[in-house]
């Protein structure tokens, strides 16, 4: 193997990923058949001379083989059904823009050809005698993403090596730039919101998990393929993506714009009281060196407990959550166990360390592990986040304070496809993990210790809340006003509306169904945008989060019986 090539499966086995919240590569992996792929005339060309037949026969087959073999829940599958969905969506691409291109005869011939077939080989063979000049591993591709599909997991896919880059870019920290931190999966045969990352665009306009989503860029969302949305769901400096959402029986159109503030993975302050705050926005590979980095800033402030805080953390790649998890817990103790049924090799020879059962634990020692410690979690809290939580738990190392997690207990790693070689891969979930306990996580969650749910307004106090935010009179309040005064009130304004010069007359010319109250909320929330905007990093906002509030209490609480 050349050292490029082992260079890549390297980084491939370096990928395993708990996997995030459904989907959040969405916003990162691109669909080979999304808008900005090749289509029309250009797709023809000579496959007999070329082999792309044959070489479309062993990519469907070793994709066939993976799910058979490799998937976590490989006993749901049957051959006979997979081969059925590759099959007709091979069929069904003939009527996709993919292949627009193709003549209307040559298109209906195939579809003809594909009729009652029962194997991939014959598929493949019958349209190469219909049309040899087809591409192949277009067709191919819809065929492969078929089968995928056909497991039912909204985590699985196939990637380009485009897609893979992209992958393995922000497993690093990179790429995340135009993400509007969101996700979707079908959910009772609709499109819903499965995931919110905090930080990011959707999180700040108040996107929630279980909304359900009628349109996006202007098209119906249940026109928009699976694999679309990875790109529908970005927006680029200088634009705004158009989101209608359905909430609580009310339909809501969000215009979320590209925010100029970067999203940091790590957030940290320190509190005061002895009390530091830790926040992860998902689990990278920088990010242990990153926490251990603010872990020790603080400490040098006196900090003498943490406050770890993973809502809204979709989860990411498992070395990061297991490197976390070392830096509190102490030598030798289990973090977690995976099962799996993927065994990567290299030129037939397993790789050991790599796949298969395995136990995590942790082996570095630091100054970390006995300070007293809450960790906050949400049901956004997902995957990697939860298996670091159910540790901390299990352990007795935390106090978990909020809601019960998420509940996604898999993890995917992406398998090299020999036959296509570096063309395409498969995005796969292969691995199952418990907590040191043993206790199931997926579909389950973990559930804190200490119950706090966090403050949601109602149906009609978020009608209310949109439609002021969407008239756009808070920003042109604080734009108006802009100076240090507003600032000072961004960090804290004592929950007093008089604070806010104007504030009388500015109310009285609302049509508004808000409290004076909620409207003080709006233009405070309108200050810390604009200072975000300005390059402010928000960490925290002690004023108004009950959970962090509370979460802080325990602390403070635990500290004081210690002296």
Known sequence: MSIRGRGIVAALLAATMVGTAPKYLESHVRDPSAPGGTTGPGLLRLSTKDGEARKARAYLKEVKKHLLESFIERERMEEKALVRAGIRAMAAAMDHKDFSGVEAEKRAAVKAGLKGLDSLDAAVAA??????????LKLADHGAQAMVRETGDPFSRILTQEDLAGLLKMLQGGGREESIGCSVQMKEGKVAVAYVQYGYAAYEEGIE?????????????EAVRPEEWSEL????????????????????????????????????????????????????????????????????????????????????????ST??????LPQGLLITKTVSHYKP???????????????????????????????LVNRASA????LLAGALKDHGRATLIGETTYGKGVGQTPIFLTSMMMKRYLYLTVMRYTTPKGNEVNHIGVAPGIACAEDR????????????????????YVAARWGDELRGLAEYDGFESDRWPGFEAFFAGLKTGLSK??????????????MADEGTVWVADLQTDRVLQRGLVELVDALEKKQ
């Open 127 to 136: 349209v190469e005698e219909k049309v040899p000049d087809l591409d192949f």
């Open 209 to 221: 998990i279980g909304d359900e989503v009628l349109k996006v860029a202007g098209r119906k969302a």
């Open 233 to 320: 769901l970005k927006v680029r400096a200088g634009e705004t993506l158009e989101l209608g959402i359905r909430r609580d029986g009310r339909d809501y159109d969000f215009k979320i714009a590209h925010r100029k503030a970067m999203v940091k993975d790590v957030r940290h302050q320190y509190l005061g009281q002895g009390v530091g705050y830790l926040r992860l926005t998902i689990f990278d590979g920088a990010l242990v060196k990153e926490a251990r980095s603010a872990l020790q800033k603080m400490q040098k402030e006196g900090m003498k407990a943490i406050l770890l805080d993973l809502r809204h953390n979709p989860g990411g790649a498992l070395p990061a």
């Open 323 to 328: 490197g976390v998890a070392d830096l509190f």
């Open 345 to 375: 090799s290299l030129g037939g020879l397993q790789i050991p360390g790599f796949g298969g059962d395995m136990d995590f634990k942790t082996t570095a020692r630091s100054e970390f592990e006995q300070m007293p410690m809450v960790c």
């Open 383 to 386: 995957s990697a986040s939860e």
């Open 457 to 476: 307004p109602s149906a009609e106090r978020f009608a209310d809340l949109w439609s002021f935010r969407a008239s756009g009179l808070a920003d042109t």
């Open 517 to 530: 109250d909620d409207v003080r909320g709006e233009l405070r929330r309108a200050a810390r945008r604009k």
